[in-house]
């Protein structure tokens, strides 16, 4: 087994994947510049030093290291991203935005510990499923683990709020318990109550029902809750077929918000057209199939959950992006993986990758 090298198709896709992402990222961010210079440097350092410099350098490391190291440590690595993710509530630490509480702020740097969330619970999760594996049709060893941790996590993000990373974790968490074995009337009662769950929160949250309202009716307050949504399609639109061409997008001008981050998809779209729409949709659909065909042929059943979970988890935040800006599903603010603003994210989603590209080297061929 020794001496393998990484699945170079796979790494083609994350390099293509990046590539357009600087690109894009660069492009969206000029509507920063037109209004504060400032400003436009910290966000690129942010993301292309930190986010982009510091992930690179993890992925190249994680991509050497065994990954059953992953394993073993993997209770620490989620009981420490749980407590970092709680942090935000202590008052030197944690500072709120927009009415959310999702940052932390260390020596002078701010970042959203939920990202390390993401992770450690992926992690996590597969540990404990492959130590449970021969008993995971017991409902006490399979599905009653991930609603505890589940619940835990609602505790701490639903307070934030940080609805749409609960929304990303337990999709992710669903999908590795079916990927597992677990029998699918678990999966069945779990999904059931999970959509009478979420039914109950968006009934007691308001912000949630003006989403909800804005999806079923984009036009009904263009100036108000519809406004993202009306100037997305605004911008998808007058892409034509091939785009205005890279760096010409106008909507990113005080147009739409966010246009670095929210609606970075709409800023390709506008600037690329339907052609590099459907092109960057291939490459991110390219990456979840290539993922999920390495963590079929992984050598154990935990590097085959973790790779499984990791492609699940930025294939669903992706798509969760893409379907928010293009009016498929309701706004949902994440960001999308590779090209959005947003350093921590881009971090932890290489090292992420580096992990995959370690364990593709002992696939099955």
Same mark, same amino acid.
């Given at each position: ?11 083609? &896709?994350?390099? +293509?994947?990046? /590539?357009? $992402?600087? *690109? ?6 000029? !509507? =920063? ?40 440590l993997s209770f620490f690595i989620f009981l420490g991203a749980i407590l970092l993710t709680a942090s935000?509530? &202590?008052?030197? +630490?944690?500072? /709120?935005? $927009?009415? *959310? ?6 020596? !002078? =740097? ?56 609960? &929304? ?198």
């Open positions: 087994m020794k001496g393998k090298k990484v699945d170079k198709f796979f790494l083609i &896709i994350v390099i +293509l994947l990046i /590539s357009a $992402g600087v *690109a894009m990222f660069v492009s969206a961010s000029l !509507g =920063i510049l037109a209004k504060n210079a400032a400003t436009f440097r910290s966000v690129l350092f942010n993301q292309l030093v930190l986010g982009l410099g510091l992930g690179l350098v993890g992925m190249y490391l994680t991509s050497k290291i065994d990954y059953k190291i992953w394993r073993k935000v509530f &202590i008052p030197s +630490l944690g500072w /709120s935005h $927009g009415g *959310a509480q999702r940052w932390v702020n260390l020596f !002078g =740097i701010s970042f959203q510990p939920v990202e390390f969330l993401k992770f450690g619970f992926v992690i996590y999760f597969a540990a404990w499923l492959s130590w449970a594996k021969n008993r995971i049709h017991d409902f006490k060893f399979g599905t009653l683990p991930l609603i505890i941790m589940l619940g835990i996590i609602a505790g701490i993000l639903l307070k934030q709020p940080d609805t749409k990373s609960f &929304i990303l974790i337990t999709v992710t968490g669903f999908c590795m318990l079916f990927i597992s074995g677990v029998p699918m009337k678990y999966i069945t009662y779990l999904t059931v109550g999970a959509g009478l769950l979420f039914a109950a929160l968006i009934f007691f949250t308001p912000y949630l029902q003006e989403r909800i309202k804005t999806f079923i009716d984009p036009g009904a307050d263009p100036r108000g809750s519809s406004y993202q949504i009306q100037q997305s399609t605004i911008a998808l639109g007058s892409g034509g077929i091939f785009g205005r061409g890279f760096g010409q997008s106008i909507q990113k001008f005080s147009y739409l918000p966010e246009p670095q981050g929210d609606s970075i998809f709409a800023v390709l779209g506008e600037e690329f057209g339907f052609v590099g729409v459907c092109a960057t949709i291939f490459l991110y659909s390219l990456f979840a199939l290539r993922g999920m065909r390495i963590a079929n042929r992984s050598p154990d059943y935990f590097s085959g959950l973790l790779v499984s979970g990791i492609v699940i988890l930025i294939t669903v935040q992706s798509f969760m992006h893409i379907g928010s800006v293009t009016g498929v599903f309701p706004l949902t603010g994440v960001p999308l993986v590779f090209m959005s603003h947003g350093g921590t994210s881009l971090m932890i989603y290489l090292i992420a990758i580096g992990i995959v590209l370690q364990i593709s080297k002992f696939q099955s061929r």
